[in-house]
């Protein structure tokens, strides 16, 4: 078992108690448990046979013991019991977005429904809205998330997809026979989710790299192997279809794969209109002849068009800049200077200051902004400003065992269901970097969540809205918001918007980035972290941006840690 597969077991837990109603700080120290074990970077089974596990963040006696018991017999008699009180389609409840233990537990025990067919069955019957403290804004909600989840099956998040697939092509290249190989459609593009995983490959032996694809340690079972095309199921559930092209065929046959739809009809349309016909073998001229494209910039060039990046490639004005000569020099990892959103174990993060810094540091930064929670998001252990106070002084200490690196200040401030900032002014003109962010009151309408954010804009402390939509990917629709009210304050006021890069985030999106670079609104890339092995998530974030359009000058965190408190200090619109 790997380090996910323990703490999988230790969710699920936590998970069952809260649905049975049992004690909460009991379910948050066992969810608090598996979070830190799921990203440990030691191997958990290295930790055990050398009687560590203690060493990590909530894992005391008793959890330890209940990892001994999985390592030494595969099972936990612990969760076998608390599987066999609850029926088995009563945890996949949770699977519904917007869903949590909480609801689970009364829809169980009130209704006994035992499944999302039933709770669909429920909710049309309008038998949800009475449950205490459901209703029935909650029970349309529940039925959208239902909804939401029929919508997005076999659908993965851009994490967990992009890592396995380039794992496989690492391992093709490894076959001699395989040229460019490499992953296509909406992976490709770095879409926030992705269905299956597309891979290409251009080879004078098909054969050759079929096989060798077919026969990887990965492959759990193969579903499918002809000549040029085979498709498999990996070990860890994904669907992975290999296709392998002739090598003349190999750029148009790309750019055909990695699509999207609509910006391959653009293409065709563009080729139409010049007497050509562009198909995936390449151009058919008007005598019938065809001339093949090796790579993806003779299929772009042969339109006239400068090579368009994957991620541009949504129809959305990419053809005309690229014919025009006025496409974005797109941010890349390596423009990102420091990380404007971390959390440490002084609210909800599993690691220290100086952890945190540490592994900033690792990955070439020169900051990093500690923004733990204020105080009204208890749930989070969200800081008094006294505990703020204690905090600064322990980053001072980093800043002086760590310099030139720089620990800055910050704080993820509530915007209270109010309006209301969660600390005074006072507590905030104290701080580096003010993050401002809506946990509570997702649900109040358009006008009273817009007009929360635009008051939050308007406080001459706050830096950055995080998170700015409030979405999960797969688990809930954003909050009601007009944009266009948020980008047009942000623009007049100076205040920036985040792309926030935890994969179930990516808020903003592409397209919503975009119409805040274009309204000429900064944006700030941050990982919201909360361990040290979090940062690692930049790269969704940056990919996340490239799909925006944006470049090293529309991000604020490509500036220097001197030129970003300039910026700051100079104030706001």
Known sequence: MDNGDIAQVFFDIADMLEIKGDDWYRVRAYRRAADAMAHYPEELTT????????????VGKAIAGKVDEILHTGRLEFYERLKSEIPDGVVSLLGIPGVGPKTVHRLY?????VSIPDVEAAARQHKLRHLKGLGPKSEQRILQGIEMLHRISGRHLLATALPVAEEIVEALRECPAAKGVTPAGSLRRCAPTVGDIDILAASASPQEVIDHFVSLAQVYEVRSQGDTKATVILDRGLQVDLMVLEEGHYGSLLQHFT?????NAALRGLARRQGLSLSEYGFQHEDGSVTP???EEEVYSTLGLDWIPPELREARGELEAAREGRLPSLITERDIRGDLHAHSIYSDGADTIEEMARAAMAHGYEYIVITDHSQGLGVAGGLAPEELARQRQEISAANEKLAPFRVLAGTELEIRTDGALDYPDEVLAALDVVVAAVHLGLHQDE?????RIVAAMRNPHVDIIAHPTGRLLGQREGVA???EAVVSEAARTGTMLEINAQPSRLDLGGELARRAIEQGVMLALGSDAHHAEGLGVMRFGVVTARRGWAEPANVVNTLSCEELLAKLKGGKG
Do not use: Q
Request: proline share 3%; hydrophobic share 35%; net charge negative.
């Open 47 to 58: 930790l055990w046979e050398e009687d560590r596990l203690e060493e990590i963040p909530g």
């Open 109 to 113: 025990m009130e209704l006994g429904l």
């Open 259 to 263: 699509g999207s739809k609509d910006h």
């Open 293 to 295: 494209c090796a790579t």
């Open 447 to 451: 006008e009273k969540m817009t007009g």
């Open 481 to 483: 918001l007009d944009f």
